[in-house]
């Protein structure tokens, strides 16, 4: 086979880069033009999947990316609804920042709150997350209240949230009610879970509010892969290096 | 919001059941017939992607679905080639059928390797897999020995070995050679990586073969996620019950 198929001899340290240098190419020949903070965060999402939908179906709200990336360099909390997102988040690059990467699907509490109510225990998850690190005030909070003092434990102590949902949309719309009801207000939701229930109609009704930052896979395709991905390209631009 | 767009009610244990309805009625709305022992397969890289492609991609060598379900009952040991993908794999299903799990990726000494022989370290970490986990003759080999007693340290006592390669073309080389100089014969190769340097290429190698059995994921895509699909779709059908 070494003689009929032939190998691309690209260094191992080269392939990352050589295959954004093809995902641009044929973006450009798909006449695709993405916006300057918007194109690491699609062309990372297409390079975990080889899938070029998403060029169309990732969705930011208005400042999205540099909001995100300035949650990471305040030490932001990221929660992930699966073990799969936490694997794929570049810990390295995180903890350089002060970044904590948590995931509860595995938490006894989380599994016992999910049987008591019903509800999976992604959405649980979201609960125990609002609960340990909700109530963060975001800079264009503080901004908003004037010159109020803030609460310093309330307010000021906690680091900013971003949300990676990249399975469950019961987090999603978990979410959408913790911040409803005032018990949330992350810096960033990453908004892309996969599947055929519920997950389109999750998705809506992220986009659809206007006080939350948001980047969503509109529609059905998303996933673990493309949450951290999407982690992992605004980590990447906080700083130079891995 | 919750007025405008509505969700499905769906209680959590059915949201699976309910997604694979609706891939199956998708699918033959498409008019696609997949095979009884694909099926599973095949439904399940669908529902972790939304990507209906992987009806057309997925490849299969013959009756590569029962060995793989075989060596699962047998206890293999499945290598994964991302911490992702090793995430994704029911581990206590895995377990419960004295099935290990296991990843090199952060393992130093297959760092060390990657950097002294300048290959990446999924590739050393499949070197490593042949190292600890090679010389496995599977059950048709030993039809084939005609009863000739085998060597018990060699062949006996080392279970079978399932390769789930989801991200690095790369590994799917060095297993591709590895065979070839007869270092490692895996029960079951499960070839999904993605991407756009010698992802096809390296498929096309393990498709080329007729002496180990296949799951691959032909042209660009796949994924972490997508191999941790496809042994989880084995490993479910080793038994009822997750």
């Known amino acids: 086979m070494e003689e009929t198929i032939h190998l691309e001899q690209v260094l191992p340290e080269k ?19 993405l916006k300057p903070d918007e194109e690491l965060i699609v062309k990372r999402a297409i390079h975990t999947t080889a899938d070029f939908d998403y060029a169309a179906n990732l969705v930011f709200s208005p400042d999205a990316p540099s909001l995100g990336i300035q949650a990471l360099k305040e030490g932001a909390v990221i929660v992930t609804d699966t073990n799969m997102a936490w694997s794929g988040i570049n810990k390295r690059k995180a903890e350089s920042l002060g970044c904590q990467v948590v995931c509860f699907m595995a938490d006894e509490e989380v599994a016992r709150a999910a049987k008591e109510q019903g509800c999976t225990r992604a959405a649980a998850s979201m609960e125990k ?16 209240r004037d010159g109020k003092p803030s609460n310093d434990t309330e307010n000021q102590k906690k680091p900013p949230v971003i949300v990676a949902v990249g399975n469950a949309p019961t987090a999603l719309v978990k979410l959408y009610q913790l911040i409803e009801e005032g018990r949330f207000h992350p810096a960033l939701i990453i908004g892309v879970p ?49």
Do not use: C
């Open 15 to 33: 392939i990352e880069e050589r295959s954004f240098a093809i995902i641009g190419e044929e973006l450009e020949q798909m006449g695709i033009h």
């Open 129 to 144: 997350a609002a609960r340990l690190f909700g109530g963060v005030q975001t800079a264009a909070d503080d901004d908003r």
């Open 194 to 242: 996969v599947g055929f229930v519920n997950v389109v109609q999750s998705k809506e009704w992220i986009i659809s509010r206007t006080d939350v930052p948001y980047i969503v896979a509109r529609g059905r395709k998303g996933g673990s892969n493309v949450a951290a991905a999407i982690v992992n390209a605004l980590l990447y631009q906080t700083s130079p290096g891995r």
